[in-house]
């Protein structure tokens, strides 16, 4: 569980943008809540011991898909701002530079 909360905290920081959440909220509450709505789904289920066992694979792809497209986003968007100059990047020069 501390390997899921540890990426939980990182992802959230790297997402604020994308996500509404209650800033006064507990990032462990947030956690939580997110693993039960994964449960009343059906998706998962937490076992003895913390673990968390997969019901249904398929909607947990689908969510990873959508992660990992969000985030290839943010990688691109970090090689085109390290590329970057003072004069900027326009939108049609952006695929001759990267």
């Known amino acids: 569980m501390d390997e899921i909360r540890d990426d939980f905290h990182s ?3 790297l997402l604020t943008p994308e996500l509404i959440t209650d800033p006064l909220g ?3 509450a947030m956690m939580q809540n997110g693993l039960a709505s994964l449960a009343r789904l059906g ?3 937490v076992a003895e011991g913390q673990e ?3 019901l249904a694979t398929e909607p947990l ?3 990873r898909g959508i992660l990992s497209d ?3 986003v943010y990688y691109l968007v970090l090689i085109v701002a390290d590329k970057l ?3 900027g990047l326009t939108q049609k020069s952006l695929p001759r530079r990267c």
Do not use: F, G, P, S
């Open 43 to 45: 998706w998962t289920r």
């Open 61 to 63: 792809l689908c969510l």
């Open 26 to 28: 507990a990032d462990d």
């Open 11 to 13: 992802l959230k920081q």
């Open 85 to 87: 100059d003072d004069n």
């Open 52 to 54: 968390i066992q997969t």
């Open 70 to 72: 969000v985030l290839a």
